[in-house]
């Protein structure tokens, strides 16, 4: 066991006697973990004490931090201050050991990280900053979110639903920072501690079951100054109706919907009476002729003549013209942030052309008709005469009854069957739309 332990503890309570109580605390901790007999703890809080923390210059703090770290380049670290402190070399500023990247992997110099493609769109990584905390004891803001663990003014731990992205003049970048997670805070006490930690750096709770801390939500780099004010409440989307309001709406709707299909389909039935017939017939004729025509060329027929070309636009091609590019910032939740580069193609528009054919072509189409009518029980085709160059295509026959109750007449076209069965004077049962009145032909029965 450490046979310095009172000196530790002494130097605890020197530093809270001297206005640093967050340090006493933190250092307290560190002891705690270590006497545990949990080397892999200690071991981790040591680091995240030598790393994120300003480091009185003493022998015996050196001492304990040199026992318990097993970190090659921490060890180094600390034998080299206590070395320097022994021989009164002192360096008042605080080095912290820098570790490289493992979290990404590094493309050639010059060439930007490509993060992720959606669509169009293409994310870049433009490299890792600090978020900024203002500290509610004293005041002091702008403070470092990934350094300043604690206020440097009044020793208070970090709030981090207190952190924000910084304004463009404001952003310190952090280099080759190894992400290990977001942040947990402490149930006991609130202070934020490094994912990797198992025991509150401020109180030495354990952090089994801490939760995350909070994320703030991605801003454009335009809204970098605005958030600078953020107190880390995000606003909620305002709704623009209620429930109830939007419910009431949909049953407005409906209602409507279900009185406009019983106005449409709500019929009453009267009776009529056949008062009279009528018929209309009709042969279409073609004629074989030479026909004008216009097409693109690859789709012009191979019995055309009298071809003349000439060049149109077809249509229009998408040309990629530039790319335009925006920033955002991604709160990784540790202290620090990712500004990601956001670049989408620009496009122009660019004419297409192609070969347009004017050209003439022989073909059947239609070219009169051979009509007839009447309003008699004995309907007739016409006497059909063609030409030499002209074909019968298709006919077609209507047959219509005209229909009388005590105060309306209706027209009802029949098929052929019905129109030779129905007689004059005849009653039959007709449909009729309870509000327009119009008659609903095909539900015409003889009526009982």
Known sequence: MFDRHDDIVQLAKALEAAG?????????VLLNVFESGDDAAADEQADVFLRHQPVPDDEALWLLLLEILDDGDAMRYASDKLQAIRMGEV?????????????????????????????????????????????????????????HRFCPNCGAPQDTTRRYFPSEEDMVAV?????????????????????????????????TDAAKAKLKHASSAASGAASSQATGQLAKPSRALSQRTLFAILGGVAALIVVAIVLITWTRDTTVSVAAHAWEREIRIEDFAPRSRGDWCNSMPGDAYQVSRSER??????????????????????????????????????????????????????????????ANRTPVWADLRLGGD??????????????????????????????????EGSRWT???????????????????
Not at 20 to 28: D, I
Not at 176 to 187: E, L, Q, R, T, Y
């Open 20 to 28: 640093h109580p967050a340090q006493a605390g933190r250092l307290r």
């Open 313 to 374: 636009q077809r249509g229009t091609r998408q040309v990629a013209d530039g790319e335009t590019c925006t920033f955002r910032n991604v709160d990784r939740g540790d202290g620090t942030f990712r500004r990601e580069e956001v670049c989408t193609t620009n496009y122009r528009s660019e004419p297409v052309y192609d070969t347009y054919c004017n050209y003439t072509v022989d073909r059947w189409e239609y070219a009169r008709s051979a009509e007839t009518a009447g």
């Open 91 to 147: 360096n008042s500023s605080f080095a912290p050991v820098q570790e490289p990247n493992q979290e990404e992997t590094t493309e050639a110099d010059g060439e930007k990280r490509l993060l992720e493609r959606a669509g169009n769109a293409r994310v870049y990584d433009a490299g890792t900053y600090q978020m900024l905390w203002d500290c509610a004891y004293c005041g002091t803001d702008k403070l470092l979110g990934l350094n």
């Open 175 to 207: 280099e080759n920072h190894k992400f290990i997670g977001a942040d947990v805070v402490c149930p006991a006490c609130g202070t934020a501690n490094a994912a990797s930690t198992e025991y509150c750096q401020q109180c030495g709770s354990p952090l």
């Open 390 to 423: 002209e074909r019968e295509s298709g006919r077609d026959a209507d047959y219509f009854l005209e229909l009388r109750n005590e105060n309306n007449d209706y027209r009802c076209q029949v098929d052929e069957d019905l129109w030779t069965q129905a007689d």
């Open 430 to 448: 007709l449909a009729i739309g309870a509000v327009a009145g119009e008659p609903r032909c095909n539900s015409l029965e003889p009526a009982q």
